[in-house]
């Protein structure tokens, strides 16, 4: 990843372009300075919408993220640019929270990350898809293992 002295952040104080389908590209990181501590970092996104497959209607749901964070970080402007790439596309509820999980994982390598999707009901139904990934071959694999077992519904 190129770095300008600025941490190579595009998105942040620029006007703001949104993607018309879903863009990972979007998404940046910066550097963290505490690396050596695990905390939690949550963002909450009350208003994301994405498209049924089948119908094209749209759905729309709050999408949870929680990380405890490695070397790097997502920058929430980057964060929220993406969530909304996915505005215009068709997928599954249980596929948008998985892609959402995979891309941070790829972009930030974090110690444990998990993604929760409260989708709104449709045809009477509400769906509440959970996924989450630890770093292999550390405690936090374990972490995910515990967390996924004991998941509790919304």
Known sequence: METRKDEGLQALGQKT???????????????????ENDYWVQFNCPEFT??????????FAEIRIMYLPGERMVESKSL??????????????EDCV???????????????????????PRGGISIYPYANYGRPGTRYEQLAADRLAQHQPI
Not at 17 to 35: A, G, R
Not at 50 to 59: E, H, N, Y
Not at 80 to 93: E, P, Q
């Open 17 to 35: 372009h949104y993607s018309t389908d879903y863009d990972s590209s979007v998404l940046e990181t910066f550097q963290n300075k505490h690396p």
């Open 50 to 59: 994405s498209l049924c497959p089948i119908t094209g209607q749209p759905d």
């Open 80 to 93: 929220k640019l993406y969530l909304f790439s996915f505005r215009n596309h068709g997928d599954f509820h």
């Open 98 to 120: 998985n892609t959402i999980m995979k891309d941070l994982v790829r972009l930030m390598d974090p110690k444990y990350i998990e993604v929760t999707g409260i989708f709104t």
